[in-house]
T-cell receptor, first 113, second 114 residues
Framework: GENVEQHPSTLSVQEGDSAVIKCTYS??????FPWYKQELGKRPQLIID?????GEKKDQRIAVTLNKTAKHFSLHITETQPEDSAVYFC????????????FGSGTQLTVLP | EAQVTQNPRYLITVTGKKLTVTCSQN?????MSWYRQDPGLGLRQIYY???????DKGDVPEGYKVSRKEKRNFPLILESPSPNQTSLYFC?????????????FGPGTRLTVL
């Protein structure tokens, strides 16, 4: 089955700096890669996703890149703000179905003012 | 308002006492799923359903049951809870139409089994 590894597990950055979180996956059939943000005590919420036919996608201060050959994808947050502090999860579809998601173990991002 | 609801939000119970966590969505989504979240392990899928009367196992189905008798509801049943099922549980739903892969999560149910 699919296995998703996420690094780092914790990340602290100064406000205004960039943050990068990396994930690798094992199933070459995976074709959908969402990123979720979970604030303390809240539910996970989708912040950006990418499909295997696209190498990069941007939405304001966040971007995701995908390298299918190397089987890794990354989340980039620029100009970080204190409200970006949260746990971020990457996920990969299993067997080509966009809803059979395997999640990474999460990254606790702390943005220091 | 489009939403996924879960009840109860918090539950403390004892080993062996059957319990049900309800999940309901008002978005007419075909797909519904249950996850459990444990520290350091992320979210792991328990069961999912592609439509009414269609359910299948996820990664960690042992000790759980589900049913999908109505499109909007997808209850999670623990017939004989054990302490290793203490966890935070999330229900999620999404559409099945192409390009509508976003899963909407419920608010979570924190379960403690003593």
């Amino acid at each position: 089955g699919e296995n998703v590894e996420q690094h780092p597990s914790t990340l602290s950055v100064q406000e205004g700096d960039s943050a990068v979180i990396k994930c690798t996956y094992s199933d070459s059939a995976s074709n959908y890669f969402p990123w979720y943000k979970q604030e303390l005590g809240k539910r996970p919420q989708l912040i950006i996703d990418i499909r295997s036919n696209v190498g990069e996608k941007k939405d304001q201060r966040i971007a995701v890149t995908l390298n299918k050959t190397a089987k890794h994808f990354s989340l980039h947050i620029t100009e970080t703000q204190p409200e970006d502090s949260a746990v971020y999860f990457c996920a990969a579809s299993r067997g080509g179905s966009a809803r059979q998601l395997t999640f990474g173990s999460g990254t606790q991002l702390t943005v220091l003012p | 308002e489009a939403q996924v609801t879960q009840n109860p939000r918090y539950l403390i119970t004892v080993t062996g006492k059957k319990l049900t966590v309800t999940c309901s969505q008002n978005m007419n989504h075909e797909y519904m799923s249950w996850y459990r979240q444990d520290p350091g392990l992320g979210l792991r899928q328990i069961y999912y359903s592609m439509n009414v009367e269609v359910t299948d196992k996820g990664d960690v189905p042992e000790g759980y049951k589900v049913s999908r008798k109505e499109k909007r509801n997808f209850p999670l049943i623990l017939e004989s809870p054990s302490p290793n099922q203490t966890s935070l549980y999330f229900c999620a739903s999404s559409d099945l139409a192409p390009g509508t892969d976003t899963q909407y999560f419920g608010p979570g149910t924190r379960l403690t089994v003593l």
